[in-house]
């Protein structure tokens, strides 16, 4: 179950509590009812480039500059061990009531694995050392193919709707994985200092990018959707 938002904020008058990945939490949130409101239909272009801008340019770009790297060198990251058995083991044995919405995506869009030379260079790092992080790192990449097929135009209507069911799957099951398991992880495991370093770093890029403001853009939208 995703932690409450209210749960995750400061004492200090309510602010968002980055230290604690509350800001990742909180667009979660917006993701998963983004997914609900168009669990029986294709979203329109406009509503896909609205949630690929949110997810990739905001998102995923706080989680793979900020927050991954500091996951290089954690020993239950990198031997697997228990306390990341609930993260990793969903890919290999689909357990857990977790389904294999990789493997099914992955078929579905031809997906191969990109060489480390294709890919940024803290993903290549990620795949190169074998780095159980890569596997977060590769949803992120199945979604953006996911992205790249559904705005294409190419696919029929009821390929492009069975496409959109996948990564819906897909990017529901990858938010239970990481607020289920890699947050209380990272909560528990990481030093102060390096919280604290996520947070100042987060915090300086949501205020470039006034990520506050277009939250409750992308809200209002589905709002008036729904």
């Known amino acids: 179950m995703l932690i409450l938002l209210e749960n995750l904020r400061s004492e200090n008058g309510g602010e968002m509590d980055y230290e604690n990945f509350a800001d990742l939490s909180n667009e979660h949130e917006v993701f998963r009812n983004f997914l609900e409101q168009h669990k029986h239909h294709t979203p329109a272009d406009s509503d896909l480039t609205e949630l690929k801008l949110m997810l990739e340019n905001i998102h995923h770009t706080k989680e793979e500059y900020f927050l991954f790297p500091l996951l290089f060198g954690m020993n239950a990251l990198e031997v697997g061990g228990p306390q990341c058995m609930l993260f990793f083991t969903p890919r290999v044995?689909?357990?857990?009531?977790?389904?294999?919405?990789?493997?099914?995506?992955?078929?579905?869009?031809?997906?191969?694995?990109?060489?480390?030379?294709?890919?940024?260079?803290?993903?290549?790092?990620?795949?190169?050392?074998?780095?159980?992080?890569?596997?977060?790192?590769?949803?992120?990449?199945?979604?953006?193919?996911?992205?790249?097929?559904?705005?294409?135009?190419?696919?029929?209507?009821?390929?492009?709707?069975?496409?959109?069911?996948?990564?819906?799957?897909?990017?529901?099951?990858?938010?239970r994985r990481e607020e289920d398991c890699l947050f209380p992880l990272l909560r528990r495991e990481l030093t102060s200092d390096q919280k604290a370093l996520y947070a100042e770093r987060a915090a300086a890029f949501d205020r470039e990018k006034n990520t506050g403001s277009l939250i409750e853009k992308f809200r209002a939208s589905l709002n008036r959707a729904g």
């Open 93 to 175: 044995i689909g357990g857990l009531g977790w389904t294999d919405s990789f493997a099914a995506l992955k078929t579905a869009l031809n997906y191969q694995q990109p060489k480390p030379e294709e890919l940024t260079p803290f993903r290549s790092e990620a795949f190169r050392e074998g780095s159980m992080i890569k596997i977060p790192l590769e949803d992120h990449i199945l979604g953006g193919r996911a992205f790249q097929e559904l705005q294409s135009g190419s696919p029929l209507p009821e390929t492009r709707q069975k496409i959109f069911e996948l990564f819906s799957q897909h990017l529901q099951d990858h938010i």
